[in-house]
């Protein structure tokens, strides 16, 4: 017999017609009552109130993720306070990237399980006291356990923002919804190191949790007097096994694929083979407890959202963007400093731009995608993508900056026409109580692209330079050579998005549809 499922709902409230993302003041005073807590069909326009909650998430899960990519820069004034080593250093991005991996998959019992509001303080809470801990750590270790503090309020954040957009937003307005959410995606990384190099120099490395804190307190404060539910709540229990199996499954993956990169640079005590093989193993055994388990309706991760339509094949065009995305984030800087002589701060500047172009375009696209669905977008960005590959390949110590600017922007349009109406597309095909678990997948499976695009690009570039130098060639010359290496492989995995790409459809879960049917 299927487990019991506890709902709670209140009647809803007032639901006066708003547009999505404009001014909301002409939007009668009734609608700042609750949210409707039913998975009933989304009204044709946000109220006040939903308008104000995503607002608020937004704003949030910016705040979070600009986080998630400040300690770089920040690396080597920690280890000069402290007295570590770079290898340890590299723990406060490691241990944060781990640690996204373990709770990710949680968050779709998590989501039901405490709803929107409890799952949005936990989120904040979390993140704050972690900020706070991080900037009066007296010690490394306790700056490293910040971290993972902060990480797992992040790891809530994202796929409660994607679960809340699709539980209130109308099938026609989700696009330019999802449009903001890619916006913050790609803003908030690409701000992240140009604020903490500005923070860090004029004040210190401590300031930066400083200046993150105020805001990561008052969106806490606003969203426990604003925030409410929008989706049932299910009190399934937590089931132990799961949660054991998805550490080691994720985990494993995770760190062994961050170490394949780093494995090609100097030998490890430990092949990262070992967690890669052991990380597949637990997964296997992760995918067989959660086919058991969804046949009660209580699985840690309901897999049943991969038989909805498009939504397997919109995670894997995601999935194979994230590896080319990620392996420029990580492959471009070496190139600019390492062969072409920039300095960071330049490295940092050229990048800027495609990032934010990125994200302005993110709303735009989301308006294009509710008109024209989601291939007459992937098709023509994926094929930017691959352009930019193919310049980012003829890169050479003497090549000209404007190249590299215009090959980063290139890549950042394409990036912009891909995500939205992937993350769209993937999700709109999911009934309402499967929002949460399709939202968790989804950050689950971007984690792993991160991490296997960053392996595969510093392994080949690595490799490569290092038979190049045995040749006689130059530091510069033989950086240049593997990342030409590199960026070619990109290019030719972005092809296997391409041929997805033509697969994808507009999708919409029929209404009131059983789960997984």
Do not use: C, K
Request: aromatic share 6%; proline share 6%.
């Amino acid at each position: 017999m299927p487990a019991p499922r506890q709902t709670d709902t209140a009647p809803p409230g007032t639901t006066t017609p708003e547009a999505l993302l404009t001014s909301p003041a002409t939007t009668d005073a009734a609608t700042t009552g609750a949210l409707n807590e039913t998975t009933t069909p989304a009204p044709d326009r946000l109220t006040r109130q939903q308008f104000t909650v995503i607002a608020l998430l937004l704003t949030s899960a910016f705040v979070v993720i600009l986080n998630e990519t400040t300690m770089g820069v920040a690396l080597p004034a920690v280890m000069d306070d402290f007295g570590i080593t770079e290898s340890s250093g590299q723990w406060l991005t490691t241990g944060f990237l781990l640690t996204m991996a373990v709770v990710i998959p949680t968050t779709g019992w998590l989501l039901q399980r405490l709803g929107t509001r409890g799952a949005f303080i936990l989120a904040m809470s979390l993140f704050s006291a972690g900020t706070l801990m991080a900037a009066i750590a007296p010690t490394f270790g306790v700056l490293v356990a910040a971290r993972v503090v902060q990480a797992t309020g992040t790891a809530i954040m994202m796929p409660l923002l994607m679960t809340t957009v699709m539980s209130t937003v109308p099938h026609h307005r989700r696009g330019r919804v999802m449009g903001n959410v890619s916006m913050v995606i790609a803003v908030a990384p690409a701000l992240g190191p140009s604020m903490s190099g500005l923070v860090v120099t004029a004040l210190g490395w401590r300031e930066v949790f400083w200046v993150v804190l105020p805001i990561a307190l008052l969106a806490l404060t606003l969203g426990a007097l604003l925030v409410r539910d929008v989706a049932d709540r299910a009190r399934n229990g937590l089931d132990p096994l799961s949660l054991v199996l998805s550490v080691g499954a994720f985990g494993g993956l995770v760190y062994g694929l961050s170490a394949l990169g780093e494995s090609a640079r100097h030998a490890m005590a430990v092949s990262p083979v070992v967690p890669i093989v052991g990380g597949a193993a637990f997964l296997a055994l992760f995918v067989w407890r959660q086919l058991v388990l969804q046949r009660t309706d209580s699985a840690l991760l309901d897999l049943r959202v991969f038989r909805a339509p498009g939504f397997s094949v919109g995670l894997a065009v995601m999935a194979v963007s994230m590896i080319a995305m990620f392996g420029m984030i990580i492959g471009l800087p070496l190139v600019l400093q390492r062969a072409m002589g920039l300095s960071p701060v330049t490295s940092g500047l050229l990048m800027l731009p495609g990032g934010l172009a990125m994200g302005v375009l993110g709303p735009v696209v989301g308006r294009l995608y509710d008109r024209l669905g989601p291939r007459p977008l992937v098709l023509p960005g994926v094929a930017a993508v691959g352009v930019s590959m193919v310049v980012f390949a003829t890169l050479t110590p003497t090549s000209a900056v404007w190249l590299v600017l215009l090959g980063h922007m290139v890549l950042s349009f394409g990036l912009a026409f891909i995500f939205t109406p992937t993350f769209t597309s993937a999700l709109g095909g999911l009934t309402p109580s499967l929002y949460s678990h399709g939202s968790a997948a989804v950050a689950t499976v971007q984690q792993l692209a991160g991490a296997a695009g960053t392996a595969l690009f510093v392994a080949l570039l690595t490799l490569r330079s290092v038979a190049l130098l045995e040749g006689g060639a130059t530091q510069a010359q033989a950086t240049a050579g593997g990342a030409q290496l590199a960026f070619a492989v990109g290019g030719a995995v972005v092809l296997v998005a391409l041929v997805l790409a033509t697969r994808l459809r507009r999708t919409d879960a029929p209404e009131g549809a059983h789960p997984g049917h």
